[in-house]
Each structure stands twice: as structure tokens, then as C-alpha cells.
């Protein structure tokens, strides 16, 4: 009996000749069904269909589970698994180091809004070039499920503690100091997040996405405002995102009337299908509106809560040299002796 052989499967690849392999990490130890493991999956999606070279980003966290994470994915990249709350110092310290890294910083509810609260204020304000992704579960899940400063004003612990403080918005603090995209998502709304992933990686200067990322095993109960239901009752989005790169067409017609187009720095086009017909992210003072109404309301709001692509970025500010300052020699760092005896001479 003769066989005919079956052809084997090419091999999918992205732009730049690397598989889905090549962007993945360790294997998770966080718990099935955390939101976490969730967003790393979008997060390794995302940078292989940028076509992004692994070795060119920095991943960097704090601690907590969600600063475990950059662990389980894109093991060929740099990281930095800093000291709780201290991602923002770290991350600032390595992109102004080299340049022509891209920051990836993961951080939770717990190691931004509460511990880090005043490296995050500070970071947002000066519009590094980073990528900045809460995994925000609304506790410290790594401590066993203590309230963050994320978490509800009467929202409930499982042991039937109520949450008696009102919550920091970490997305209307970033709005409002200076970062330049900020959007809401779901760990559980593949489409969206993956969108929003996208033309972060295309965004120069500072993205805050804030992930509501239900942990399992603290915080997915009756009571909870973060946990799956209550996040698939209360999603209420702001548009549907579709993000075109720059080295892709557009292949659908779309309406100017009820579609907004954003070009980002590199040329990609982000579209954003209103759902919502008077809200313009480009507008700050609407999106932090928006923001206070949705709390008001008990809204969970979605989306590209606002951007602005016309900032200046840290970077720019500081005018430093294009070379990454980590790659020069030190002859050009370090002035010579003449320079330091014309100092030595200027005070006398
Ligand atoms: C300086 C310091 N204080 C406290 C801790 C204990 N601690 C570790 S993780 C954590 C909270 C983590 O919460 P979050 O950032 O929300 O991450 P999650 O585990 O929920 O993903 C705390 C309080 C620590 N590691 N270091
Ligand atoms: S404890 Fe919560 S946050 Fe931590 S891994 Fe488990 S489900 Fe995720
Ligand atoms: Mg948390």
C-alpha cells in the first residue's frame, strides 16, 4: 500500500521572520483562571503581530503576582523584577540608560495605587516612553487578598469586610498629569485588549492601561466590583477599537461620521467606532468628566479614555543625544583632566 506524504505546515512567522514561540516566557505559576495569565497571552499576541524584536524591550515590574508575571511571557527580552512600588524609578532609570529600548512595566493595583502611589504620580507627569499595564484585581492578591487603593467604596473582602475609602482612578490621575494614552480594559475582553495593546506599542511617550484582571482566589465573589461578573455586567465601552500598523492597509471602509481616526507617531492609524456619539478622547477635560460620571453611575468604562500625540516626550525634553547614552565610551562621557583643571581654575 503506498502513502502519499502529507506536505508539512509551513511554519507561521510575523514581519520580521520570528514565530509565536519567540514571544512567549516561562510557564505560569499564578492560579487557572487568574486575569493575569489573561493579559500576558494579549501582551505576547500583540508583539508578535507588531513584529516587535524581543531583545528590544525591557520588562519591568514590582512585586506582587502581577509583577511576577513578565516572567511567562517574552523570555528573550531584558527584565527587571524591581522592589514593590518601585517600577516607575527603575523603568525612568533604563529608558533614559538606552534610548532605544521599549519599556514594558507591569504593575498591579496594590504596588501602584497604594505602596508606589508616588513613583506612579511622577512617572505619568513626564511622559516617558513606556508602556504602563495595571494588573488591577482591586487587592493584594499575593498577600492573600488585602483591599488596594483601587478598590471600591463598598465593595466586600470574602470574609465579609467592606471597603469603607473611596478608590483612587489611576486612570483619571494619569489623564490628569500628563500621560498621553490611557485607556480601560478587561482581562477578559480579548478583542479590546488586544487593540489597545497594539497601538500602545505604537504610542511615543506615556500609556497607562488599567487591566481589571479578577483574582480567582480572593476577589471573584458576590459583593466584589472586580470580579468576571461583575466586570461582564458593568463593561460599558466607549468605542470599538481597530488599530491599523503602519505597514498594513486598511482593508475596511469605514464612516468619518461615527469613526474617529487617530494617527499615532509611526503613521498607524487607530480607529475608534463611537459607541458613545459626543465623547472625543482627544478632549482632557471630557475624559475626566466621563470618568466621575461612570463612577457616579457604577459604570465599569471601557476603551481609549484619552490620547494625545502631540506631547513632547521625556526624551525630547531632556534633548539627549540619539545614541543610547548606556553605549557610549567614556571618553565621551567623562570630561578630561584640562576640563576639570579650567573648572578648578573658574573658582579660584
Ligand atoms: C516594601 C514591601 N512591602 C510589602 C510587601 C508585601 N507585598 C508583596 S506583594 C504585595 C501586594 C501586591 O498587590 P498587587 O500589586 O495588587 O499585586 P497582585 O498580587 O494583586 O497582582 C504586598 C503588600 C513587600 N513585598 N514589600
Ligand atoms: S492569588 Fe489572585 S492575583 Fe494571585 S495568582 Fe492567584 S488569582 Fe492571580
Ligand atoms: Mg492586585
Redesign the pocket.
Known amino acids: 500500500m503506498s502513502t502519499t506524504p502529507v506536505a508539512p505546515k509551513p511554519i507561521k512567522t510575523n514581519r520580521i521572520g520570528l514565530q509565536i514561540l519567540d514571544y512567549r516566557g516561562g510557564k505560569t505559576t499564578l492560579c487557572a483562571g487568574c486575569g493575569?495569565n489573561a493579559i500576558s497571552e494579549r501582551i505576547i499576541d500583540a508583539l508578535y503581530e507588531m513584529g516587535v524584536q524581543p531583545e528590544r524591550v525591557a520588562k519591568l515590574s514590582?512585586?506582587?503576582?502581577?509583577?511576577?508575571s513578565p516572567a511567562y511571557f517574552l523570555s528573550r527580552a531584558h527584565s527587571f523584577n524591581s522592589?514593590?512600588?518601585r517600577m516607575p524609578s527603575v523603568a525612568t532609570g533604563a529608558v533614559l540608560a538606552n534610548r532605544s529600548l521599549m519599556a514594558l512595566g507591569v504593575?498591579?493595583?496594590?504596588?501602584?495605587a497604594?505602596?508606589?502611589i508616588g513613583q506612579f504620580i511622577h512617572l505619568m507627569r513626564r511622559n516617558l516612553p513606556i508602556i504602563y499595564i495595571i494588573?488591577?484585581?482591586?487587592?493584594?492578591?499575593?498577600?492573600k487578598g488585602?483591599f488596594?487603593a483601587?478598590a471600591d467604596l463598598g465593595s466586600k473582602l470574602k470574609t465579609g469586610v467592606v471597603n469603607e475609602l473611596p478608590p483612587i482612578d489611576t486612570c483619571e490621575l494619569a489623564i490628569s498629569l500628563g500621560a498621553t494614552f490611557v485607556g480601560r480594559s478587561f482581562s477578559g475582553d480579548k478583542r479590546q485588549l488586544h487593540a489597545m495593546l497594539k497601538a500602545a506599542i505604537a504610542h511615543s511617550g506615556t500609556v497607562l492601561l488599567d487591566v481589571i484582571?479578577p483574582?480567582v482566589t480572593f476577589n471573584d465573589h458576590e459583593g466584589s466590583t472586580k470580579s468576571y461578573k461583575y466586570a461582564k455586567d458593568h463593561d460599558e465601552p466607549l468605542q470599538e477599537i481597530n488599530f491599523v500598523p503602519v505597514f498594513e492597509e486598511i482593508s475596511a471602509d469605514y464612516d468619518p461620521g461615527t469613526t474617529m481616526e487617530v494617527e499615532m507617531h509611526d503613521g498607524s492609524r487607530l480607529l475608534l467606532r463611537k459607541l458613545e456619539e459626543d465623547y472625543d478622547p482627544t478632549n482632557k477635560i471630557r475624559s475626566i468628566t466621563r470618568l466621575n460620571e461612570a463612577k457616579e453611575k457604577g459604570e465599569m468604562l471601557t476603551g481609549v479614555l484619552y490620547v494625545n500625540t502631540k506631547a513632547p516626550t521625556f526624551i525630547d525634553m531632556l534633548n539627549i543625544t540619539d545614541d543610547a547614552l548606556a553605549t557610549l565610551r567614556t571618553s565621551v562621557t567623562r570630561p578630561g583632566p584640562e576640563v576639570l583643571d579650567q573648572v578648578m581654575e573658574e573658582l579660584r
Open positions: 493575569h514590582g512585586i506582587g503576582c502581577s509583577s511576577k522592589v514593590h512600588g504593575s498591579g493595583d496594590g504596588d501602584t497604594s505602596i508606589g494588573e488591577d484585581n482591586g487587592v493584594y492578591g499575593l498577600t488585602q488596594s483601587t484582571s483574582c
